[in-house]
């Protein structure tokens, strides 16, 4: 995190979010999701006259675009991220010529580097006159359907003369309708990885001054007891242990209690920018040695690629913000802090292409495997690692969703597994054999810009990240952050969804997972999702394989280690429930199930009625009628379900002196078998098993007095 934000007072108003289903706004009286200008034809954005002598229907927008062709061939030029457009059919605006009419318009979609098809618009290929015309176009027809990287829209002026003035409104992406059944296939027995402890991590930060609260504990308790980083973001490269004193904030022994007291594992950064390794040195003994913290991860800098960080690198021949200089310094800082700690891992920023900040050209790489010269941070920093006998413990990637759009961020998520199998090849392309020990690491996520941080959209986001990255071999993924401090949006996206307001009636963001001391009327959704992800999955549990046919459901699970199922499922619609029909392979449910969620009633009711029950976390109990089964989801939703696999004991049979009988279960579950001489009372546990199969079979001595058997899932 690059900055420190105010706090500002906060007003919760209560002024719902504005949903049009899925439909992804393009400019609706403004630039909307992303959307910029890169048009090369004159034009306003702000012209909210209708043109005079205007008839028949308009555009629902207040504002619309006016366009000026002063030559030939000019084009309204609208750019965005590459993105998918599976999920949307057809490309609409409105259109009006004036009081001229008559132009010649046509529109063009690039798909990566390539112009797709020009469809004129109009009536017979001529713009109306005086009326507006709302058009509609397959986005077939502009060779732009499912494709992965719709990057740019073109409206042109589709002749060599200048024509007359005319006007563009309320341009989007139409949505395919929700389709009726999502099927949903789970693997029980298709093992991805197993879940690692440090997935549902936070950033902790110095400026906050409530880290060593009660609260503060009570709200890790909450979470799961979630890995911290310490002493947040870029004030790590100005950072100094040997003077902490500032008078406000929190110190690292406010830190340490707070970690010890929640039984949390750290990732510390130690100051790359402005200090020594003589320092961080300092900083592994304080915290392991003298308060035996036994904190593991140690990151040297915090995206020390970057110029908003604190670097004093100036010496020659030292340079600021340069890959070769890092990887110099970095061999000091790794010598020195493993001496002082071998127990611990050392690691370093990369981020995951080889070209990426090549602030400098004086120390090419070149791939050992692909032959490429690449002056990226990356790759310098890898080649140079290795020229000096160097591997890192781990690589740090920090990954924020851009801000374009809530759909976009909540289809964003998807990209962890190219991220992973990206920075794998070059860490090994670069390292080779000694990179087999490197992990990869993230300490920085979140989805950034506008009011998405805090809105349910931003929720979904911490659970849908942790659903995808759990599918990688990421390491550990710590969110940005526990409390950050809320600021204005001035110039927020109408097109998103969100209410959270100042008391001057701006929206807010805000990086943290709640405000100030964090009572229940200051906790934001992703606080909430957060304290989900406790009931879906914990570290040790089996990642299991899911597939679905609907990109806007995400869909996950895992096998627990005592054998239970949880399922968590992700609905990224703004406006449609999702039935989901599941098909359970290699597992048979109990018929009760447990159904946590979070979602749109949820939030509604922190706005309404803030500090509730009704705001927090629900839980139900779900019928399940055996491996197949439906639910349903509603919009803007995470849920988790819970399923114990059944189990059975069979008939008992006497022989001699004893009494066989079979437990029939699931394997690799954990059953406690239970025994007692009346069915009302005074249940006691007889044995606990894991089954290496599915058939248990058990021996009793058949001894008075008589008993009844019983099985229940160990917890």
């Keep these: 995190m690059k900055t420190i934000i105010a706090l500002l007072a906060l007003l919760w108003t209560v002024v719902g979010p504005a949903r049009a289903g899925d439909d992804q706004l393009i400019y609706s009286s403004q630039l909307n999701n992303g959307w910029q200008d890169w048009g090369w034809v004159p034009h306003s954005f702000t012209n909210s006259v209708t043109p005079p002598g205007t008839t028949g229907p308009t555009p629902p927008g207040t504002n619309m675009i006016c366009v000026t062709p002063s030559s030939g061939w000019q084009a309204l030029y609208l750019e965005h991220d590459p993105f998918d457009t599976t999920i949307y059919t057809n490309l609409t605006l409105w259109i009006n010529g004036g009081p001229a009419g008559g132009q010649s318009v046509g529109v063009n979609a690039l798909v990566g580097p390539n112009s797709g098809n020009r469809v004129s618009v109009g009536l017979n290929g001529r713009l109306p006159t005086n009326s507006w015309l709302q058009v509609n176009i397959p986005l077939s027809s502009l060779g732009a359907a499912g494709t992965t990287n719709l990057v740019a829209l073109q409206i042109w002026s589709t002749t060599g003369n200048v024509q007359s003035n005319f006007y563009v409104a309320d341009i989007s992406l139409a949505a395919a309708a929700a389709p009726p059944v999502v099927h949903v296939g789970l693997s029980a027995g298709q093992t991805v990885r197993t879940v690692p402890a440090n997935l549902n991590g936070l950033n902790q930060v110095a400026w906050d001054g409530n880290v060593d609260t009660p609260t503060s504990v009570s709200l890790m308790n909450d979470l799961g007891n979630p890995c911290l980083r310490w002493p947040g973001g870029s004030w790590g490269d100005g950072y100094h ?89 970095f061999t000091n800082y790794y010598a020195q802090m493993k001496a002082a700690d071998p127990t611990i891992l050392v690691g370093c920023p990369v981020l ?80 080779g054999p000694a990179s087999t020990n490197i992990t990869l690491e993230c300490t920085e996520n979140g989805p950034q810009s506008d009011r998405q941080w805090i809105s349910l959209v931003g929720g979904l986001y911490y659970a849908d990240t942790y659903g995808q990255i759990m599918q990688t071999e990421f390491k550990s993924k710590l969110w940005w952050d526990t409390r950050n401090g809320p600021s204005d949006v001035t110039n ?153 696999p059944v189990p059975v ?26 025994s007692c001489t009346s069915l009302l009372s005074g249940w006691t546990s007889y044995a606990t098993s894991t089954l290496s199969g599915t058939v248990l079979t058990l021996t009793n001595p058949a001894t008075a007095p008589r008993k009844f058997w019983r099985v229940r899932l160990a917890p």
């Design 241 to 329: 242990w040997t003077n902490e004193y500032r008078g406000w904030g929190s110190y690292s022994s406010n830190f340490i209690h707070l970690a010890t007291n929640t039984h949390a594992q750290a990732f510390i950064i130690v100051n790359y920018g402005s200090s020594t390794p003589q320092e961080a040195v300092y900083g592994v003994r304080m915290f392991n040695a003298t308060n035996h913290c036994a904190f593991k991860y140690w990151e040297v800098g915090n995206e020390c690629f970057g110029s908003w960080e604190t670097d004093y690198n100036t010496n020659a021949p030292w340079r600021p913000y340069d890959a070769w200089t890092y990887a110099m310094r």
């Design 492 to 644: 927020s996206d109408p097109a998103l969804y969100g209410w959270r307001k100042d008391v001057n009636g701006y929206y807010l963001t805000d990086g943290g997972v709640v405000y100030n001391l964090g009572a229940p009327t200051n906790r934001y959704p992703s606080y909430y999702t957060g304290k989900l992800l406790t009931r879906f999955a914990a570290g040790g549990d089996s990642v299991v394989t899911v597939t679905n046919d609907y990109e806007l459901l995400g869909t996950y699970a895992v096998k627990r280690t005592n054998g239970a199922l949880a399922l968590l499922v992700i609905n990224k619609s703004s406006a449609s429930n999702l039935t989901a029909r599941i098909n359970l392979d290699g597992f048979t449910p109990a018929t009760n199930a447990l159904l946590y969620s979070y979602g749109i009633s949820q939030d509604t009711a922190a706005q309404t009625v803030p500090g509730t029950a009704a705001a927090d976390v629900q839980t139900n109990s779900l019928f399940v009628a055996g491996p197949v089964f439906t639910n349903t989801f509603g919009p803007y939703s995470a849920s988790v379900i819970v399923l114990s």
């Design 352 to 431: 995951p292409d080889e070209t990426s900040y090549a602030n400098y050209t004086n120390h090419p790489a070149i791939n050992p495997v692909t032959g490429t010269t690449n002056y990226g941070w990356t790759a310098v920093l890898l080649a140079t690692l290795h020229s000096l006998g160097v591997t890192p413990d781990f690589v740090v990637e920090h990954k924020y969703a851009p801000g374009d759009g809530d759909t976009y961020n909540l289809l964003y998520t998807r990209t962890w597994s190219s991220d992973a199998l990206t920075l794998r090849k070059i860490v090994t392309d670069y390292l």
């Design 649 to 674: 004991l069979t008939q008992p049979q006497r022989i001699s002196t004893n009494v066989l009988f079979q437990l029939q279960g699931q394997a690799g579950s954990s059953y406690v078998l239970q």
